[in-house]
């Protein structure tokens, strides 16, 4: 067995790994094999879900907070809640109604795409045979060790379109439950994320200095997620993605709001 001397490297393997080289016993090889059935390091699988998050809670959280501080002016806050209620509300279904669409048109995508190469593999095979080399030749992976495979392939056609479907044009079929759950994921995203900057107008008459108050837990919000998402995902430097959440967040509602500030705004006219 051989030795790992380096203690990242060390770190990352079942303490049995850790403690049982140089040993040589039955059992301990036993033990050792089993720890190493399972996955020495954790991987994440929930990449997607978090996409769709950051999509969401990002907009949510920079939009609704431009178009509040844009009609602070007014320095009424019933005007910024009922104005960002219907935005919230309008946002979260455009927002949703974009992650279904988007979704239905990458499975549209991919099955044009599966009837192109199902017409190559038919029409041209010696082609499509020698993409499948090519596929291997950045491993080296020899042409001999290929053959194997490619016999098999070519006594299961569908296989085969499905090999050059995944690792020539590295598409995969996606679900429609995905799409589903991707509408529903950046829509609820962006209603939770659009309510933070709105909440201090609630209670806060004076919309002025809801603002402030908005501004606060608006950027609080945006650290938070980052550095939360850095730690779920298992990703390096969580503070720095918090803080680079933040930079980013910030950047977009200051521009929103700065174009909102050019348009000259005058007090409602009416009764109160």
Partial sequence: MPSYTDPEQARLLPASAQHAG?????????SLSNDMDR??????????????????????????????????????SRIVVTAGLAEIAAGTISMGLGGLLAGM????????????????????????EEEIYEIFEPYHISRQAVQPIL???????????????????CLERP???????????IGLSYLVGGFVPLSPYFFIPKARDA?????????????AFGYTKSRVMGTPRPLYNGLQMLFVGSLAAFTAFQVARIFPQSEPTGSP
């Fill in 22 to 30: 140089g040993r040589g016993s039955s059992s301990s090889n036993d």
């Fill in 39 to 76: 996955t020495l390091i954790p991987h994440f699988g929930g990449a997607e879900i978090i996409r769709d998050i950051i999509v969401g809670l990002a907009d949510g959280l920079t939009v609704p907070f431009a178009l509040a501080a844009g009609l602070s002016s007014f320095d009424d």
């Fill in 105 to 128: 048109s990458e499975i549209e995508h991919y099955d044009s795409e599966r009837l192109r190469e199902k017409l190559e593999v038919e029409t041209m095979p010696d082609r499509e």
């Fill in 151 to 169: 016999t098999q392939l070519r006594a299961n056609p569908e296989k085969w379109i499905d090999f050059m479907m995944k690792f020539e044009l």
């Fill in 175 to 185: 679900s429609i439950n995905r799409s589903w759950i991707s509408a529903l994921t």
């Fill in 211 to 223: 603002l402030y108050y908005s501004a606060a837990v608006t950027l609080m919000t945006l650290f």
